[in-house]
């Protein structure tokens, strides 16, 4: 019995992606594959079904996004299938299918398989059939990995086996895996729902995948015809340094490669044999998990990739030693220039502002478009690393996943931050949310348009408030007051944007706080109304008291026992699946 190739398998990924508009309307596949199961000649009874086969995709009237169909008796039995996009609405749904039915036989001409997809639909026709135990192999060998997966025994809740396909000369390998933060009961229900859709996409009374994957952040399933075991494995092998490479890239961690204090760890500069610059933070090995896990949230991390975030490049855990390779950054971060005297005046707003539009987008990323929700929970001047051509990227998120800090949104309990740049509900209660992270985005609008830090910011001789300063100083019509005086004025409507959408972050009520994509659009779109912000968290009605804030690089400790809070001791990401 022959089976379908990897090359046709359907794919359902559950993890959001931004979709580009097309400025063209002209239809065309993000991809296509032509089969290798041979060629029908012209005219035959093979071309006449699925002519019949591809007529009634372009004119049926789908309503529920998806259509199949068979037509014919092997040798020319054609089966066909459309999966739209489940929000994908009918009318466009239809356009898609015929729109794939036309073209698809114009890519694979006289081929008697072939697949494709788009933005809308996925579309695929063959000439192999399958017989209906290979379901039951398929879903017995599900079910055995799911009970393995789930077992309290499996730290990573993961599992991979294999069986024999009754009278054939073929294996079916399997994996089923879930998020280790889920219990042993949320993983059997994250699975058992994936495998619900196995019914409708993959094993169909007309047709079954050879081979499937289905993925979500929590939990994700696949099963091959192959074994794809090695895939992972290559992929962490790929990620690993030896601790060898690693010295000799840092001359041994040497001093005169220390770059500073980082989340966690102390960062040094190194450079490996190729001359790729790299950055190397050395973790305090009894602050993290075991190997497995930390290995396990390392592949997460290394797959999130954004041109505002510092890029993970890998791993070594040899010799007691726990470290991370990132890419190097070249211009250090932030705050090294925005409140260095010399180097902050030669900042100009069209710097300033390419840098709030980056974060903005980084943090949009992490919080919707990346395959795991991740809240950042450390959102600074000190977290924002500037390249060659001050384009910001993102440092330090994910740590809250390699160092097992407080899974759960509910509320954390053990409050870590900086001073100034949390919210109050984090703060008072520990209530972790987006909001958060959107909290301290704008004190760090705030900051970057006044070219001071919150924990210092003071006008002439006179420490103030920096929310309640902006906030007050918005609200009589001299908001100017607050920017930067090397700031131009050719940009004062851009500038006084900033402050407004800066203002509208730091509301105190994190309900009234906007969305990272509502702040982007904010961002993007100078058209687009602004609502009047209320009052900002920790508003004052008197001058900050000096006791009260930190200045430099020093840590400090707030009045309150209720949390802990450094200037650039830790950084904390919170990641929760979506």
Same mark, same amino acid.
């Given at each position: 019995?022959?089976?379908?190739?990897?090359?046709?398998?359907?794919?359902?990924?559950?993890?959001?992606?931004?979709?580009?508009?097309?400025?063209?309307?002209?239809?065309?596949?993000?991809?296509?594959?032509?089969?290798?199961?041979?060629?029908?000649?012209?005219?035959?009874?093979? /071309?006449?079904?699925?002519?019949?086969?591809?007529?009634?995709?372009?004119?049926?009237?789908?309503?529920?996004?998806?259509?199949?169909?068979?037509?014919?008796?092997?040798?020319?039995?054609?089966?066909?299938?459309?999966?739209?996009?489940?929000?994908?609405?009918?009318?466009?749904?239809?356009?898609?299918?015929?729109?794939?039915?036309?073209?698809?036989?114009?890519?694979?001409?006289?081929?008697?398989?072939?697949?494709?997809?788009?933005?809308?639909?996925?579309?695929?026709?063959?000439?192999?059939?399958?017989?209906?135990?290979?379901?039951?192999?398929?879903?017995?060998?599900?079910?055995?990995?799911?009970?393995?997966?789930?077992?309290?025994?499996?730290?990573?809740?993961?599992?991979?086996?294999?069986?024999?396909?009754?009278?054939?000369?073929?294996?079916?390998?399997?994996?089923?895996?879930?998020?280790?933060?889920?219990?042993?009961?949320?993983?059997?229900?994250?699975? /058992?729902?994936?495998?619900?859709?196995?019914?409708?996409?993959?094993?169909?009374?007309?047709?079954?995948?050879?081979?499937?994957?289905?993925?979500?952040?929590?939990?994700?399933?696949?099963?091959?015809?192959?074994?794809?075991?090695?895939?992972?494995?290559?992929?962490?092998?790929?990620?690993?340094?030896?601790?060898?490479? =690693?010295?000799?890239?840092?001359?041994?961690?040497?001093?005169?490669?220390?770059?500073?204090?980082?989340?966690?760890?102390?960062?040094?500069?190194?450079?490996?044999?190729?001359?790729?610059?790299?950055?190397?933070?050395?973790?305090?090995?009894?602050?993290?998990?075991?190997?497995?896990?930390?290995?396990?949230? =390392?592949?997460?991390?290394?797959?999130?990739?954004?041109?505002?975030?510092?890029?993970?490049?890998?791993?070594?855990?040899?010799?007691?030693?726990?470290?991370?390779?990132?890419?190097?950054?070249?211009?250090?971060?932030?705050?090294?220039?925005?409140?260095?005297?010399?180097?902050?005046?030669?900042?100009?707003?069209?710097?300033?502002?390419?840098?709030?539009?980056?974060?903005?987008?980084?943090?949009?990323?992490?919080?919707?478009?990346?395959?795991?929700?991740?809240?950042h929970r450390d959102l600074k001047a000190?977290?924002?690393?500037?390249?060659?051509?001050?384009?910001?990227?993102?440092?330090?998120?994910?740590?809250?996943?390699?160092?097992?800090?407080?899974?759960?949104?509910?509320?954390?309990?053990?409050?870590?931050?900086?001073?100034?740049?949390?919210?109050?509900?984090?703060?008072?209660?520990?209530?972790?949310?987006?909001?958060?992270?959107?909290?301290?985005?704008?004190?760090?609008?705030?900051?970057?348009?006044?070219?001071?830090?919150i924990s210092s910011f003071q006008i002439?001789?006179?420490?103030?408030?920096?929310?309640?300063?902006?906030w007050k100083n918005w609200l009589e019509?001299?908001?100017?007051?607050?920017?930067?005086?090397?700031?131009?004025?050719?940009?004062?409507?851009?500038?006084?944007?900033?402050?407004?959408?800066?203002?509208?972050?730091?509301?105190?009520?994190?309900?009234?706080?906007?969305?990272?994509?509502?702040?982007?659009?904010?961002?993007?779109?100078?058209?687009?109304?602004?609502?009047?912000?209320? /009052?900002?968290?920790?508003?004052?009605?008197?001058?900050?008291?000096?006791?009260?804030?930190?200045?430099?690089?020093?840590?400090?400790?707030?009045?309150?026992?209720?949390?802990?809070?450094?200037?650039?001791?830790?950084?904390?990401?919170?990641?929760?699946?979506?």
């Amino acid at each position: 019995m022959d089976f379908l190739t990897p090359l046709f398998l359907l794919v359902l990924q559950f993890i959001f992606i931004s979709l580009i508009p097309k400025t063209s309307a002209q239809f065309q596949f993000l991809y296509s594959k032509c089969g290798n199961t041979g060629f029908y000649t012209p005219n035959s009874t093979y /071309q006449s079904n699925l002519k019949t086969v591809l007529n009634s995709l372009s004119t049926t009237q789908v309503t529920n996004g998806y259509y199949n169909l068979t037509v014919g008796q092997k040798p020319d039995k054609v089966e066909a299938m459309v999966l739209c996009r489940g929000d994908v609405p009918v009318n466009t749904c239809r356009l898609c299918m015929r729109d794939s039915a036309a073209n698809l036989p114009l890519l694979c001409p006289n081929q008697a398989q072939a697949f494709g997809y788009s933005d809308h639909c996925i579309i695929f026709y063959s000439n192999r059939y399958f017989s209906r135990w290979f379901n039951n192999t398929l879903t017995a060998l599900m079910k055995n990995l799911q009970n393995q997966a789930s077992s309290e025994n499996s730290e990573l809740k993961s599992a991979s086996g294999q069986t024999n396909l009754t009278g054939t000369n073929k294996t079916m390998y399997g994996l089923v895996q879930c998020s280790p933060d889920l219990s042993r009961h949320d993983c059997v229900v994250c699975v /058992q729902d994936l495998f619900s859709f196995f019914p409708r996409w993959f094993v169909t009374p007309t047709f079954t995948a050879a081979g499937a994957r289905v993925i979500t952040p929590s939990c994700n399933l696949r099963y091959e015809i192959y074994s794809f075991y090695e895939e992972e494995i290559e992929t962490l092998q790929s990620l690993q340094y030896s601790i060898g490479t =690693i010295k000799v890239a840092t001359d041994d961690f040497s001093d005169n490669n220390y770059l500073g204090e980082g989340g966690f760890g102390t960062v040094y500069k190194g450079k490996l044999p190729d001359h790729q610059e790299i950055a190397v933070k050395r973790l305090a090995r009894n602050s993290v998990q075991g190997d497995l896990q930390f290995k396990n949230e =390392i592949l997460i991390l290394a797959k999130l990739q954004h041109r505002n975030l510092v890029r993970l490049l890998g791993f070594c855990l040899e010799e007691d030693e726990m470290l991370l390779i990132y890419e190097f950054v070249t211009n250090k971060s932030l705050d090294n220039f925005l409140f260095d005297t010399m180097q902050g005046k030669s900042m100009p707003w069209e710097t300033r502002y390419k840098i709030i539009n980056g974060i903005a987008r980084g943090l949009l990323y992490l919080h919707e478009d990346s395959r795991l929700r991740i809240i950042h929970r450390d959102l600074k001047a000190g977290n924002v690393l500037l390249d060659a051509e001050f384009n910001p990227k993102i440092a330090d998120f994910g740590m809250a996943r390699l160092f097992n800090i407080d899974q759960t949104q509910a509320a954390a309990s053990r409050i870590v931050g900086t001073y100034g740049y949390m919210a109050p509900e984090y703060v008072l209660h520990g209530h972790v949310s987006m909001k958060s992270d959107v909290f301290s985005f704008g004190v760090l609008i705030l900051e970057i348009v006044s070219g001071q830090r919150i924990s210092s910011f003071q006008i002439g001789e006179n420490p103030e408030n920096l929310l309640t300063f902006a906030w007050k100083n918005w609200l009589e019509g001299k908001a100017w007051n607050l920017v930067d005086p090397t700031s131009s004025p050719a940009f004062s409507t851009e500038i006084l944007r900033c402050i407004h959408i800066g203002l509208l972050c730091v509301q105190h009520n994190m309900a009234d706080r906007p969305s990272m994509s509502l702040v982007e659009l904010m961002l993007s779109s100078s058209s687009l109304s602004l609502q009047v912000p209320s /009052q900002p968290a920790f508003f004052t009605r008197s001058h900050t008291p000096a006791n009260a804030t930190s200045q430099g690089n020093t840590s400090g400790q707030s009045t309150s026992r209720m949390f802990e809070c450094s200037i650039n001791e830790v950084s904390m990401t919170e990641i929760y699946p979506r």
